[in-house]
């Protein structure tokens, strides 16, 4: 099942797949859905995902999508279970039967080497390749494809989202290091297991290379291990170890150690931060992440969902209900200097660049994340807090209750108005200074230096 975060996002995957079945077949009859948009919701994009869900339960898309997350997560098992296993088996390969000394040199490379090699590759590809898939990446976005059944719109719109916010090397990231971590971990446990099970002894062997390049290497590489508890040959164990295997306990138990650490440490450590890594800030993303409501499909939409009549219409006439929600005064509190949004199209990038102390409470659509976002604010108050606005929609008493609210959680309190423009602009202006909004911002620099306490 999809977390709460995800929903949001599995809203939208919907809307864009639905977007690409009808640029392909038309649309069906959608009256009642569209109707049924209009009263669910006020802003265009909420709209759209609303009648997405009407359109697309009845067309199955919905039970499509959710058919292909079951199939990619089998898949998922699949190839996770074949690395877990190729990995035991390098493991066993490298330990062998116990019958002869293990060659720490040839162990370590082969267990590590070709996992760091991926990893220069991976990174470079990340950095310098950008969204295009490459190497295990290239692999699961083909297999991504394969297991759509028979409606291909859905992964499709699930890779196009992605590429369109910047995700999709982030969720080819998290694969890649989720096989990769597997295989690793398969690796260690077939070291442990053996070594548990067996007796076995280590040396080095070299022709061209000098007895002191192992004892400084091993001394290098078992650096961090030692600070973490690791047993680690001392310098005369490792020189003592190069011709031939000892027969010494204590120096066979710390060969051992040093390359169960080591493994551990320099080849599955860093491909589970990295997936762990990856894996937060896909999340993310999906959170951030609106629907480019300038592509045709949405374009024709909007006509229907959000006409011109009511976008531009009368802010609504109860001036004594306005009235009553005031924005409050100053507060002391001290919280990170926070930024949230009210009803923002997509046509522009959330969130905006911020300084890194700046947190980032999201855009609020739905009444459900309207009350999260107040319940964040209430539960951690910010020093300024921004809240920015649409100017092309007009403003109602929902937003401007909503806007008064957030004042009360809240040191200093500014509005970023987005757009504003002609009657519409002066629509907006109105209404919040009707409220009592001292603050606000038309330019997003000077907005956002506000909110970085560098304008009073």
Not at 23 to 32: C, F, K, M, Y
Not at 148 to 158: D, K, S
Not at 178 to 205: K, N, P, T
Request: contains cysteine.
């Amino acid at each position: 099942m999809p977390s709460e975060a995800d929903r949001p996002f599995d809203a939208r995957w919907l809307a864009e797949a639905l977007r690409l079945h009808e640029d392909a077949h038309g649309r069906g009859d959608d009256a009642a859905a569209l109707v049924a948009a209009r009263r669910d919701a006020a802003a265009l994009e909420p709209r759209i995902v609303a009648r997405a869900a009407h359109v697309g339960g009845a067309l199955g898309l919905e039970r499509a999508r959710t058919g292909w997350v079951g199939r990619m997560r089998l898949a998922a098992v699949v190839v996770l279970s074949l690395s877990l296993l190729g990995g035991v088996g390098a493991g066993l390969a490298v330990a062998g039967d116990g019958t002869r000394p293990i060659n720490v040199v040839w162990a370590l490379g082969g267990l590590l080497g070709l996992h760091l090699v991926g990893l220069v590759v991976w990174l470079a590809g990340f950095v310098f390749a950008g969204s295009t898939p490459s190497g295990i990446g290239a692999a699961w976005s083909g297999l991504a494809a394969r297991v759509a059944g028979g409606t291909p719109e859905v992964p499709r719109a699930f890779l196009g989202l992605h590429r369109q916010a910047g995700l999709l090397r982030w969720w080819l990231a998290v694969a890649t290091h989720a096989v990769w971590s597997a295989a690793l971990a398969g690796a260690l446990f077939a070291l442990i297991a053996s070594f548990l099970l067996r007796g076995h002894a280590f040396v080095w062997e070299t022709t061209l290379l000098p007895a002191g390049f192992f004892v400084d290497f091993v001394a290098v590489s078992g650096w961090l291990p030692e600070r973490l508890g690791f047993a680690v040959p001392d310098a005369a164990t490792v020189a003592a170890s190069g011709a031939s295997a000892l027969a010494d306990e204590t120096a066979r138990r710390a060969w051992a150690w040093w390359l169960v650490a080591c493994v551990a440490l320099y080849g599955l450590l860093p491909r589970v931060l990295l997936w762990i890594a990856c894996g937060w800030r896909l999340r993310r993303g999906r959170e951030a992440l609106r629907l480019n409501l300038s592509l045709p499909g949405y374009a024709a939409l909007a006509a229907e969902l959000a006409p011109a009549s009511e976008r531009i219409g009368v802010t609504d006439a109860a001036p004594d209900a306005i009235a009553s929600a005031r924005v409050d005064g100053e507060h002391g509190f001290d919280g990170p200097p926070t930024l949230a949004g009210i009803e923002l199209r997509g046509d522009r990038p959330w969130p905006p660049a911020l300084p890194r102390a700046v947190r980032d409470l999201g855009v609020a659509d739905s009444r459900e994340q309207r009350t999260r976002l107040l319940a964040a604010l209430a539960q951690d108050p910010a020093r300024r807090l921004l809240v920015a606005c649409d100017g092309r929609l007009s403003p109602d008493r929902g937003s401007l209750g909503l806007i008064a609210d957030l004042s009360r959680h809240a040191g200093r309190f500014a509005v970023w108005l987005q757009a504003a423009q002609g009657e519409r602009g002066e629509r907006w202006r109105e209404a919040l200074g009707g409220i009592g909004v001292g603050q606000v911002f038309e330019d997003e620099a000077q907005a956002l230096a506000w909110l970085a306490g560098e304008r009073t």
